[in-house]
């Protein structure tokens, strides 16, 4: 199999952050200062989380500026910025195009870039914009040869064709208008918690939502599940029990690295438990199949790896806690009661998830 050169610089262009973010990343850089030029609105949200995704584990300390205009010779000024730090301009104002320029004000190297943009600032474009952006800063900090002196920088900015006269939104910022403020993922989930000591182990099957803003650490979940058929076969009789539940809750959390985060939540459930005696011996005379409500809180500790900017596969710890005792009973003839089963009041448990940001 072979391939082109177009392919060949792309999968180049892939690998090359790898081998640089190794040393380079390895000391992260005190500050980046990102200022984002574009018409109307000035900030795009959408871009500024996957630039910042890509600067997580680059920096501490990430400061945003957004404008509608900038003076060309601004991104080679050293006065205002920290000492070491990295200074990134993002303009949008160019048509279907980015026009990048990163500075280092410690070593006086530069970056320049014109990113193509056929579709405007849709996904593509701004995953392309943000690796582009931590490729470069990696090598400004890291002494590549890539980058250009301060002259070298100004002339090729000088050949770039000026921008459009009339200011216009470029397409990216007008589709859709407005970019969204809150975020939903939905998806499946398996868990499995302990139950009983007749019963060690049940399996559930759902489907999770979660819902927050796209910059805030606090969101809504919701879900509702189907807790897989499970049996008891005593003698001389056994019960098989599965039921259907529906949670919700508060979750909060705090990323760690670019892609891994934690967090934490609680909420309650509603469940409807579905019983059925089975295996009775013939001097039993079994009760018929019924259905009971039961209500509980579950606790949860999640584990977050975000795949893309919209897929998400998370590891949790859940514990349920069930408001009443629950148990299955086999009653003599003389009234006595034996217990058959009792379900454990706090069960912990272990899931996972998969979600799709819509």
Request: proline content about 8%; hydrophobic content about 45%; aromatic content about 6%.
């Amino acid at each position: 199999m072979s391939i082109g050169p177009r392919w060949a610089a792309r999968l180049a262009f892939l690998l090359l952050p790898t081998v640089i973010g190794r040393t380079a990343a390895a000391q992260p850089i005190d500050r980046v200062e990102v200022t984002l030029v574009a018409g109307s609105p000035p900030c795009s949200p959408l871009l500024r989380e996957v630039v910042g995704e890509q600067l997580g584990d680059v920096t501490p300390d990430l400061v945003w500026v957004c404008r509608e205009r900038i003076d060309p010779e601004e991104p080679f000024r050293s006065d205002g910025a920290g000492a070491g730090a990295i200074r990134i301009a993002i303009e949008l104002r160019a048509g279907a195009e980015a026009r990048l320029t990163l500075g280092d004000t410690r070593s006086d190297r530069f970056v320049v870039r014109r990113v193509p943009l056929p579709n405007g600032l849709d996904e593509v474009g701004r995953e392309q914009i943000g690796q582009i952006v931590r490729f470069a800063t990696l090598a400004l900090r890291s002494g590549s040869g890539m980058t250009l002196s301060r002259t070298e920088a100004r002339a090729a900015i000088a050949s770039w064709p000026a921008p459009p006269a009339r200011e216009a939104s470029p397409p990216s910022l007008a589709q859709p208008p407005r970019q969204p403020r809150w975020a939903v993922d939905l998806g499946p989930m398996w868990s499995a918690s302990i139950f009983s000591r007749e019963i060690p182990l049940v399996h559930e099957l759902a489907i999770r939502a979660a819902a927050g803003g796209v910059t805030s650490h606090l969101w809504g979940w919701v879900e509702a599940g189907y807790r897989l058929p499970a049996s008891e076969r005593a003698d001389p009789i056994g019960v098989e029990l599965s039921a259907a539940s529906l949670r919700l809750g508060l979750a909060g959390g705090q990323a760690r690295t670019r892609s891994l985060s934690f967090s934490g939540g609680a909420g309650i459930g509603l469940y409807r438990v579905r019983f059925a005696p089975i295996g009775a011996a013939s001097s039993v005379q079994p009760a018929a199949p019924d259905a009971f409500w039961s209500a509980g809180a579950r606790l949860i500790l999640s584990a977050d790896l975000r795949a893309t900017t919209r897929l998400t596969i998370a590891a949790m710890l859940a514990c349920d806690i069930t408001a009443e005792d629950v148990h299955y009973d086999l009653r003599g003839a003389d009234g006595s009661a034996r217990r058959v089963l009792t379900a454990f009041r706090v069960a912990p448990g272990l899931g996972i998830s998969v979600a799709w940001r819509l």
